[in-house]
């Protein structure tokens, strides 16, 4: 782009301006999934409300393609474009919390692991999801599925307000009461309506858990799979876990002689006292022969940083998603085969439960529809060596083809790589009419389209 025009959008913001021929344009334009290699035109690094202003004024004004990156990772690779203006969020990371009001205002670029470092002295946590490197914004206009989303629902479920900032550079503060058609969208909506800025969550008295493993050998996956489907739908809410398949890491944590061992398990995660805990989790826990069951009391920042160290930035990533109602013998059946098949250390299978307190929601009450579902289920390849890039996409898309027809249709868009316009009305399901009626209100010319995009009505027709 001309000099003179960057010159002019760096004289309008506090943030800095990145442009190719910066020095630290290739380290700044990264992204946290290494498969994705974007050179976008122009990086805003934005430190206010502001600043985001002035960098959509100049997007719309050179009609440049525009996509928003907030703190932590969107794996599908869509808080980037090619040739475009990307609005970077992650400088924006301050949390303020409310202890009395048990409240916690969150700034657009922050990561769940700021929020955890916040609340947690207070007592207090906002159910967010596994990784504390993730990003606040992200996660939560997905839906955000998490540890305690059993017991105290989606984060979506405990957003209160959020400051966004429109296609046409207005501002305004939304809630229930204010703007409450684009306060619905924004809860499962996705990126689609505006740059969030700041949001207000409720916090839960949360400090410590009881958290750990059980794993056990590839040949008991079934008998696992089955004991776990009929015990978590049906457990005390304070009880979550999420099944997976994973190869042990080599860390200090887990015994010398399973590491690198492929196995199934649970990790748990359960609020209330150590002992009530123990004893819920026994019926599955005690399935079989475990080759490792440890729980214990740990603080709930520690197990969402658990796997930090594990997933850093710059891994390959490929995902593939879908919801899940029922756990069929068949769909068991393909999941003990493929599970089995993981290419690589850091390649996985998880299921997460989203029942509980995520049921009490209607389908239509949030953007998010799929309340209905027990299960959100994601299947991801992953290494550091880019040659490894075909195996983990091959084995992610064979096994997402072969548990597909056992699923509920869609995927939580958290968990979707650039996948076509289907797939997003799937995801969507009955909500995708409302939701692209209030894409044509607050964005009609569809600026905010590098995401799972939802169209603007005019467009859908």
Same mark, same amino acid.
């Given at each position: 782009?001309?000099?003179?025009?960057?010159?002019?959008?760096?004289?309008?913001?506090?943030?800095?301006?990145?442009?190719?021929?910066?020095a630290a344009y290739?380290?700044?334009?990264?992204?946290?999934?290494?498969?994705?290699?974007?050179?976008?035109?122009?990086?805003?690094?934005?430190?206010?409300?502001?600043?985001?202003?002035?960098?959509?004024?100049?997007?719309?004004?050179?009609?440049?393609?525009?996509?928003?990156?907030?703190?932590?990772?969107?794996?599908?690779?869509?808080?980037?474009?090619?040739?475009?203006?990307?609005?970077?969020?992650?400088?924006?990371?301050?949390?303020?919390?409310?202890?009395?009001g048990r409240t916690v205002q969150v700034a657009g670029g922050a990561v769940w692991g700021d929020v955890d470092h916040a609340t947690h002295p207070f007592g207090l946590a906002v159910p967010s999801g596994f990784i504390s490197t993730t990003g606040v914004a992200g996660l939560?206009?997905?839906?955000?599925?998490?540890?305690?989303?059993?017991?105290?629902?989606l984060t979506i479920d405990n957003l209160l307000s959020a400051d966004v900032v429109l296609a046409d550079g207005t501002f305004v503060n939304v809630n229930e009461h204010r703007h409450p058609d684009l306060f619905w969208a924004l809860r499962g909506g996705g990126g689609n309506f505006g740059v969030v800025t700041s949001f207000q969550f409720r916090a839960h008295p949360v400090?410590?858990?009881?958290?750990?493993?059980?794993?056990?050998p590839l040949e008991q996956t079934a008998d696992v799979l089955r004991a776990y489907r009929d015990f978590i739908g049906t457990a005390p809410e304070y009880v979550n876990g999420f099944f997976a398949f994973l190869t042990i890491p080599p860390a200090p944590m887990?015994?010398?002689?399973?590491?690198?061992?492929?196995?199934?398990?649970?990790m748990w995660v359960c609020t209330g006292p150590a002992d009530r805990a123990a004893a819920a989790t026994r019926p599955v826990r005690s399935v079989g022969r475990?080759?490792?069951?440890?729980?214990?009391?740990?603080?709930?920042?520690?197990?969402?940083?658990? $796997? /930090? =160290? #594990?997933? +850093?930035?710059?891994?390959?990533?490929?995902?593939?998603?879908?919801?899940?109602?029922?756990?069929?013998?068949?769909?068991?059946?393909?999941?003990?085969?493929?599970?089995?098949?993981?290419?690589?250390m850091h390649s996985t299978m998880h299921l997460y439960?989203?029942?509980?307190?995520?049921?009490?929601?209607?389908?239509?009450?949030t953007a998010f529809s799929y309340r209905d579902a027990n299960w959100a289920e994601v299947i991801v390849g992953v290494d550091p060596d880019p040659a490894k890039k075909d195996d983990i996409t091959r084995w992610c898309k064979n096994y $997402? /083809? =072969? #548990?597909? +027809?056992?699923?509920?249709?869609?995927?939580?868009?958290?968990?979707?790589?650039?996948e076509g316009q289907e797939r997003v009305k799937a995801s969507f399901r009955d909500n995708y009419a409302r939701l692209a009626a209030i894409k044509a209100r607050y964005d009609p010319q569809n600026l905010f389209r590098v995401n799972q995009n939802i169209r603007p009505a005019t467009a859908v027709a």
């Open positions: 782009m001309a000099t003179m025009q960057i010159d002019h959008l760096r004289s309008t913001i506090r943030g800095t301006v990145v442009v190719p021929a910066d290739d380290t700044v334009r990264k992204v946290y999934n290494g498969m994705i290699d974007k050179r976008p035109k122009v990086i805003v690094r934005c430190l206010d409300v502001a600043d985001v202003m002035a960098a959509l004024d100049f997007a719309r004004a050179n009609d440049l393609l525009t996509a928003i990156r907030g703190g932590g990772h969107n794996g599908g690779g869509l808080g980037t474009c090619d040739d475009g203006l990307v609005i970077d969020l992650s400088l924006m990371r301050g949390v303020r919390v409310d202890p009395e939560t206009l997905g839906g955000g599925i998490g540890y305690l989303t059993r017991e105290y629902g400090r410590n858990v009881y958290a750990g493993p059980t794993f056990w887990f015994p010398p002689e399973l590491h690198l061992k492929k196995v199934c398990g649970v475990p080759v490792l069951d440890h729980q214990g009391e740990m603080p709930l920042p520690a197990v969402n940083s658990l $796997f /930090d =160290a #594990l997933y +850093p930035p710059g891994l390959q990533w490929y995902w593939r998603a879908d919801f899940v109602k029922t756990l069929s013998e068949k769909a068991i059946e393909e999941h003990s085969v493929h599970g089995a098949e993981m290419p690589t439960a989203i029942d509980g307190a995520a049921h009490r929601v209607g389908p239509s009450e $997402f /083809d =072969a #548990l597909h +027809p056992h699923s509920a249709g869609g995927a939580y868009v958290n968990f979707m790589m650039d």
